[in-house]
T-cell receptor
Framework: ETGVTQTPRHLVMGMTNKKSLKCEQH?????MYWYKQSAKKPLELMFV???????ENNSVPSRFSPECPNSSHLFLHLHTLQPEDSALYLC????????????FGSGTRLTVV | GESVGLHLPTLSVQEGDNSIINCAYS??????FIWYKQESGKGPQFIID?????DKRQGQRVTVLLNKTVKHLSLQIAATQPGDSAVYFC???????????FGIGTKLQVIP
């Protein structure tokens, strides 16, 4: 365990479903991130939260909705997804003000059918 | 297994040999660089980092070299072991915790 825990590890959902991904970090970090990892592509930054405030939304479609209730928890709410949204969704955390190495969770493998 | 790693550049190395993984970064203003290792079924794991005021940094069995002139980063792994098999990718930071750009990755296969 890296200190960043993601659940579920695997998720299969239909295009009309609503589901949520959860991320929890036990490192005392104050910044949390959602990344999308697809085959043959670099990691794509989706959202950034700094001290629970969203500071970055990289033109992510509204069918992805993040939520950060506190500095330790991060959610990604999913609804009416498309098959091309199938990917590995990674959560990461870091400590603002220090070197910017991230600690990643193991990811949620999402398949949209 | 994970789909990450398929269709990536692949480096095959005999166990015990040294490995060199290369990365070309894009932004000459980047001042901090990180190498990550991603094993199958896991998230990326920090290996080693280097700041732009350095040319070389060594860790345990790993060395990172930075050539700012040609915007090139390399990761050297000494005495490669089966446990080193993974996807390795570099990341560059050009200011702020939101300004990290990741490379596509190289798959390292260690042949026993």
């Amino acid at each position: 365990e890296t200190g960043v825990t993601q659940t579920p590890r695997h998720l299969v959902m239909g295009m009309t479903n609503k589901k949520s991904l959860k991320c929890e970090q036990h490192l005392g970090h104050n910044a949390m991130y959602w990344y999308k990892q697809s085959a043959k592509k670099p990691l794509e930054l989706m959202f950034v939260y700094n001290f629970k405030e969203q500071t970055e939304n990289n033109s992510v479609p509204s069918r992805f909705s993040p939520e950060c209730p506190n500095s330790s928890h991060l959610f990604l709410h999913l609804h009416t997804l498309q098959p091309e949204d199938s990917a590995l969704y990674l959560c990461a955390s870091s400590q603002k003000g220090e070197d910017y190495g991230y600690t990643f969770g193991s990811g949620t493998r999402l398949t949209v059918v | 297994g994970e789909s990450v790693g398929l269709h990536l550049p692949t480096l095959s190395v005999q166990e015990g040999d040294n490995s060199i993984i290369n990365c070309a970064y894009s932004n000459s203003a980047s001042d901090y660089f990180i190498w990550y290792k991603q094993e199958s079924g896991k998230g990326p794991q920090f290996i080693i980092d280097i700041r732009s005021n350095m040319d070389k940094r060594q860790g345990q069995r790993v060395t990172v070299l930075l050539n700012k002139t040609v915007k090139h980063l390399s990761l050297q792994i000494a005495a490669t072991q089966p446990g080193d098999s993974a996807v390795y990718f570099c990341a560059e930071n050009n200011g702020g915790y939101q300004k990290v750009t990741f490379g596509i990755g190289t798959k390292l296969q260690v042949i026993p």
